[in-house]
Every structure is written in C-alpha cells, then in structure tokens.
C-alpha cells in the first residue's frame, strides 16, 4: 500500500513534504512517513527506482533551460503510442521536449485507456487540442480486422463510457456471428466452457484458436486439453508441462 502510495504521487511529480498539512487518516500518516524515509535511503544510497527514471527526467527538463534546448535540438520529432496510457511525468517529458508548437504526433484511443491503477492519465488524450492547439486529429475508424457483429458490441460497450472524444468504428466485412458473453466464476470453469464450445460445434482441431488476455490463463486451457485427452500447440511460448522450472 505504501509503494502504491509513493508511486501515485511520484508520478504527480509530488516530493516528500509537499502534501496537505493534515493527513486524512492513520494509514496516510504512516505513508507519508515511509515515502520520507525511503527517499532519503535512495539518495543515501545514491540509487533511484522505476518511477524517479520518469520522475527526475521531467524534472531536470523542467528546471534546467540549458538542457531541455540540448534535447529539443537533438530530437525535433517526438512520437508517442498508447498516449490514453500516459501519466503525468510522460505528458512532462513530452511537453518539454516538444514546447507549445511542438513537432509532437501521439497516437491513442481514450476507449482504451485501462491503466489510471497504475497512474494513467486520460486526461492526456482528452485535453490534448487545448494542451497543443492547432493539432491536427485524425480518427482511424474504418475496422479491418472484426466483423460487424463484432464491432457493433465494441461501440455498444464503449458508448457507456462517460469521458471520451468519440468515434464510430465501422468495417466492410458484413454478416459473421453474434458475440457471445460468458461469465465464468473462475479459470477453470472458463476452460470447462471453452472446450465444451469446441466440442459442440464438432470443430476439426487443426481449425481453432484459444486467444486469451494473459499467460496466466495458459496453464487452465491446457490442463483442460490434457483431462480431454485433446492435442494442442501453446504458440509463441512453451507448454506449463514443458517448461524446465516445472520439469525440475
């Protein structure tokens, strides 16, 4: 709890001691007290940790004139992917090395921005034509890889959505089948329905895929092939069974 603390404000480009006065609770106190300590032990020991790698850069960009002209003039061009994940010591950095009518193009869609857990800021996306007017904005709408079915569920999800700058995703592949949703209690249960999906539809082997969000669910799929007695390929990794740690 606490490093999730430190890193939250980190990111803000908060330091030790900047805080509202009064701490709202115990737990806060105790955070407070800890991010001191750890960040005096990390300048003892003349050390950093993942989020002063965002942290100091923005801040030495923000503060030394000198070195932000060095760098605007070594990289006149900035391109930044997945801009909805952004925090604000990237927007910093970005900022910096760019100035108010910088050469800055970021590509990103505000419907996928899932990572405000770990810091994100979507308001990076939202704000972006105030931040930098001017900018041109171009939206890739057309789908050419689902079918409409497929889409038309995507903008039905995404529509609930109370923060965007909106779009309507479109594509030529017509016809294909209805989504189907599935609430599964857990892994295995999932596993149990996907391969009973399979089953039902008397499918060769050769002609399906698992894709699934994480390794992590890998294992559930495979040892439910494995009860079945069913072949499978694990691609672009190794089968749990092969691994050498699970050998040993």
């Not at 970021?106 to 996306?125: C, K, L, M, T």
């Not at 497929?150 to 039905?156: G, S, T, W």
């Not at 596993?191 to 895929?209: S, T």
Request: with cysteine; aromatic share 10%; net charge negative.
């Amino acid at each position: 709890a606490a490093l999730h603390y430190i890193s939250d404000l980190k990111q803000a480009l908060d330091a030790p001691g900047a805080e509202a006065e009064d701490p709202d609770n115990a737990e806060e106190a105790t955070c407070r007290e800890l991010w001191s300590r750890y960040h005096d032990a990390l300048e003892r020991a003349s050390a950093v940790d993942f989020d002063d790698l965002l942290v100091l850069t923005a801040r030495v960009l923000e503060e030394d004139e000198d070195v932000r002209e060095r760098y605007r003039r070594r990289y006149r061009y900035v391109l930044v992917d997945e801009y909805q994940d952004t925090n604000h010591a990237q927007y910093v950095i970005a900022r910096a090395l760019t100035g108010e009518g910088g050469n800055l193009f970021v590509v990103g869609d505000e419907d996928q921005s899932i990572y405000s857990w770990r810091g994100a800021d979507v308001d990076n996306i939202l704000d972006f034509d105030k931040d930098f007017p001017g900018a041109n904005t171009y939206r890739l709408e057309q789908n050419y890889r689902s079918t409409a079915p497929i889409l038309a569920a995507a903008n039905a999800v995404v529509s609930h959505n109370e923060r965007r700058l909106g779009k309507t995703l479109w594509t030529e592949q017509t016809g294909g089948e209805a989504v189907q949703f599935y609430l599964a209690p857990d892994g295995d249960d999932e596993a149990r329905f996907v391969l009973d999906h399979v089953k039902k539809r008397d499918a060769r082997l050769g002609d399906v895929a698992v894709l699934f969000r994480t390794n992590g669910q890998a294992r559930a799929i495979e040892e439910a092939c494995l009860r079945r007695g069913l072949a499978y390929t694990v691609v672009g990794g190794i089968r749990f069974y092969a691994r050498k740690e699970i050998k040993d």
